[in-house]
């Protein structure tokens, strides 16, 4: 005797924030997959999982940003120079592999606003959400 596990919604969207979140910190994983599996299985709650996703992995990008603040403040390596230049607006591209992390401690070590730094991220992040989602139609 077999039984199937189906998660009912809010399970599912809850563990996509968690998925999200840890994504967006230093621990290796992704998000996407969560993402379009909740989109596949719950298409009516697209606009619930967008929000959760986004927010989740600002969150995480945020965590990333204060671990940044506790690196002492010196001389900025000329790999930050593109971030200390541009500032805040340089996030949009948190959410790319690799490098998306690095920025989100960087701008923590730099002491960009917080703020401004958490918006940037939302935006960027909750940009290739949208993007994916946007793909499963």
Known sequence: MTMDFMPDAQTSLTGLLIASFLAATLLPGGSEAALL???????????????????????GGMVSYAMGRFIPVGTVPARLALLQRHGTPALLL????????????????????????????????????????????
């Open 37 to 59: 599996a909740v989109l596949a299985t719950y298409p009516e709650r697209r606009d619930a999982a967008l929000l959760l996703a986004t927010a989740g992995n600002t969150a």
């Open 94 to 137: 948190s959410w790319t592999p690799l490098i998306g992390d690095a920025l989100c401690v960087a701008a923590g070590w730099l002491r960009l606003p917080p703020w401004r730094s958490a918006l940037m991220m939302a935006i960027g992040k909750g940009a290739r959400y949208a993007v994916l989602a946007g793909l499963m139609l």
